[in-house]
């Protein structure tokens, strides 16, 4: 199915299962420990052995030779693969540095070899016998540093890094109140609860992966190129994930060495990323350094805004678009945007939960609020008067939807924002200086083709099969339900199988894009259902109505079950996106506003109250929509107050590789977290009207949280994470 015209009726909008706020499907299982996991599928092959990844001890350089017979000659030991064993590998198309290092070595604990054996346990001991001898050459590991030595990427997707409109430079230097800022966020790890973790075993030429897996197409493709082989005998399983957040889009080592010691000890193959290697084995969200410049009128109007953003990747990595929703989230006629990449050697940098908006946002909406403090406004109220209602880069180009204003405005008002105190350090609450901050959100809704299979069965359970992941996020649940209201049937009678290459191909799980393109496929896959059940009973699909488990025609009403009393329907079809995210800019909106309270003799920061207003299209489910906004919400403290891969700048890795010193935020750091969603539904974005909203959850919390501090301290942090040293 083509979608390219906005969606105008259809049976999505009855919404009496679409739009209820079902519980997750999947809930009970993940929380009774019954979701098996890729580590933990006993199941799948006599006789798994266990691999265990050494990682490289050196940031860049190569390895001149490594001694293997120590740990050859372990107990238990099956195979030991190296680059120099491995065969021909290809790179997969996604990953910025080989999986396997040899002879040059890329980054720190890219992984040089694979030891497989009877047990974890000797596997890990035949590993600490090998002694790799590396040639250590230098390498660029301080982002700052290489700052000015950065260049301007290669265009990506037809987006071009830079964009100039008007004549910025002049219109700054004219504006009676300006803001030139720089504000810097680190590195961060995704640090999902469950390790990357494989289990692959060959059937002759045929591979079959168990993983954890984000993009199963991506991952499946990827794997067969790097092994060099067709993709067709590959086959990727990944029915349940602890967590992804980006960091696990892309084919990663425990997949493909899993693979390689499969094939190298004929033996199903187990590999988990132990917890200290995944922070620099795999990949991380990368620094940024930002310069803002704003130049406003006295009446609280921008003139001209700029954004510059720096970051740094291996050779092959791309940039972190920190600057990008800049382009188009406040209104000025004089714009200047600027992309630039350095080369570091550090492990690679790539997409992380939101990329781009994410650490953009947490610059961006710190400048906005230095602004409204030169200008002596309101920073809702200055927020609300640059809003745009087209896209100020082309302004023949819409927003779809754009309800930021109302977020804006619901939120102040639900969170009491007019008691705030807009001098700073004047509110003390006992021991505690309180302050109240606040941000707006905004992230992209991007849309991509999904595909879907369903069976009507004979007795009335539809199954739908897509190679769709759901990494925590709910996606079993919607794409039942959405299911459900197409067929006119109750939630239980239709059942999900996801995350399996050998389905059709569905957007996966990535860049907000998930829920509303995946079930857009289901949708589409179901009318065509409807149209076989209707032509198999004789009723014209054009008038048929599915409702209560029936078909119902003028005055006929025929059991949906009746259809495949014959033999079982399936159907297969995706859902495809033509030119209507090039027409409408569409994209999601929020209002973070954040009460903070700090200990004025420890500095000591306590988020007391958080709230967040989406505009983020229809939402399928409230319940899983509610979970990811406070799950990402929860991840904008982290952002803000603790997270920070700390980089030795001498050796080149990231210091801080476990989740004892990597802090996370956990249930004490969390207060009461309030969640609105706006009644809205976009008729361009799919059928289902949908869009995203795990991303966007995230997408300025950062901000109103250091925008909180300083309304409670006066102080100013531009620097994340604000750890209470850069409060005293
Ligand atoms: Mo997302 S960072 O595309 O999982």
């Excluded at 930002?290 to 700029?306: E, L, N, S």
């Excluded at 995706?574 to 929020?590: H, M, N, P, V, W």
């Excluded at 700090?598 to 989406?614: H, N, P, S, Y």
Aim: hydrophobic share 40%; glycine share 10%.
């Amino acid at each position: 199915m083509k979608f390219d015209t906005p969606a105008t009726t259809n049976p999505i909008d009855r919404m009496r299962v679409v739009g209820q706020p079902a519980d997750r499907i999947d809930g009970r299982f993940k929380t009774t420990g019954t979701a098996p996991y890729a580590y933990e599928r006993h199941d799948v092959a006599p006789d798994i052995a266990y691999g265990y990844v050494l990682g490289a001890a050196i940031g860049k350089g190569r390895i001149a030779a490594m001694d293997l017979d120590a740990a050859r000659r372990a107990p238990g030991v099956l195979a030991i693969v190296t680059a120099e064993n491995a065969g021909p590998l290809d790179k997969g198309q996604r990953n910025a540095a080989k999986l396997l290092a040899g002879p040059e070595v890329d980054h720190y604990h890219q992984a040089v070899a694979l030891v497989v054996a009877e047990s974890f346990e000797e596997a890990r001991h035949a590993a600490s016998l090998i002694e790799p001898r590396y040639e250590t050459a230098k390498g660029l590991f301080d982002l700052a540093a290489q700052r000015s030595a950065a260049v301007k990427p290669e265009s990506e997707g037809g987006k071009e890094p830079d964009s100039t409109i008007g004549d910025f430079a002049a219109a700054f230097g004219a504006a009676p109140v300006r803001l030139d800022e720089t504000y810097t966020t680190p590195d961060q790890a995704h640090a999902m609860m469950e390790p990357h973790a494989s289990i692959a075993a060959w059937n002759g030429d045929e591979l079959t992966v168990w993983t954890s897996n984000q993009m199963i197409a991506w991952g499946a493709g990827d794997l067969a190129t790097t092994l060099g082989m067709p993709k067709e005998k590959v086959r990727l399983v990944s029915p349940y994930i602890g967590g992804g957040f980006g960091g696990k889009l892309f084919l990663r080592a425990d997949a493909l060495l899993a693979a390689l010691g499969a094939r190298a000890a004929k033996r199903a193959v187990k590999v988990a990323l132990t917890r200290p290697l995944m922070f620099n084995n795999t990949t991380h969200r990368p620094a940024t350094i930002q310069r803002i410049r704003i130049g406003a009128g006295r009446d609280g109007r921008i003139a001209a805004i700029g954004h510059e953003a720096w970051s740094g990747n291996l050779p092959d990595g791309r940039p972190e678009n920190a600057a990008d929703q800049t382009r188009m989230l406040y209104a000025g006629a004089h714009r200047e945007i600027r992309t630039r990449l350095a080369r570091l050697d550090l492990p690679e940098g790539n997409a992380m939960r939101a990329p781009g908006e994410a650490p953009g946002m947490m610059a961006l909406e710190i400048a906005m609020d230095e602004m409204a403090e030169k200008l002596g406004l309101d920073p809702v109220e200055f927020r609300i008067r640059n809003d745009t209602q087209v896209d100020p880069e082309k302004p023949e180009r819409r927003f779809s939807e754009r309800q930021l204003v109302r977020c804006l405005q619901m939120g102040a008002e639900r969170f009491g924002w007019s008691a705030r105190n807009p001098k700073p350090a004047s509110v003390r609450d006992g021991r505690w200086l309180v302050g109240l901050g606040m941000a707006a959100g905004f992230r992209d809704s991007p849309t991509m083709t999904s595909g879907a299979r369903v069976r009507l069965g004979r007795d009335g359970v539809v199954t739908v099969e897509t190679d769709m992941t759901d990494i925590g996020t709910g996606s079993y649940t919607i794409i039942a339900q959405t299911a459900a209201e197409m067929l006119g049937l109750p939630l239980g009678m239709v059942a999900v199988s996801l995350g399996d290459s050998s389905f059709p191909i569905s957007a996966g799980s990535g860049g907000q894009w998930g829920a509303n393109s995946s079930t857009a496929g289901v949708y589409a896959a179901c009318v065509k259902l409807r149209e076989a059940v209707a032509q198999k009973l004789g009723v014209n699909s054009a008038d048929a109505v599915f409702e209560d488990g029936e078909v119902r025609s003028g005055n006929r009403a025929i059991a949906l079950a009746e259809a495949a009393r014959d033999g079982e329907i399936t159907v297969e079809d995706k859902i495809e996106f033509g030119d209507l995210s090039k027409r409408f800019q569409q994209s999601t909106f929020a209002g973070h506003f954040v009460e903070v309270g700090i200990d004025a003799a420890t500095a000591e920061v306590r988020v007391r109250r958080m709230l967040a207003v989406c505009a983020a299209g229809r939402i399928l489910n409230p319940k899983t929509a509610r979970s990811q906004v406070i799950g990402a919400m929860t991840m904008g403290v982290g952002a803000a107050l603790m997270e920070e891969l700390a980089v030795d700048k001498r050796r080149g890795f990231f210091a801080n590789h476990d989740l004892a010193t990597y802090e996370v935020p956990v249930h004490a750091d969390i207060p009461h977290q309030e969640v609105v969603f706006l009644d809205e539904a976009d008729p361009t974005s799919s059928p289902m009207k949908a869009k995203g909203c795990g991303e966007l959850g995230l997408c300025g919390v950062g901000a109103a949280i250091a925008n909180a501090i300083h309304n409670a301290t006066g102080i100013r942090v531009r620097d994340y994470p604000i750890t209470l040293d850069k409060l005293i």
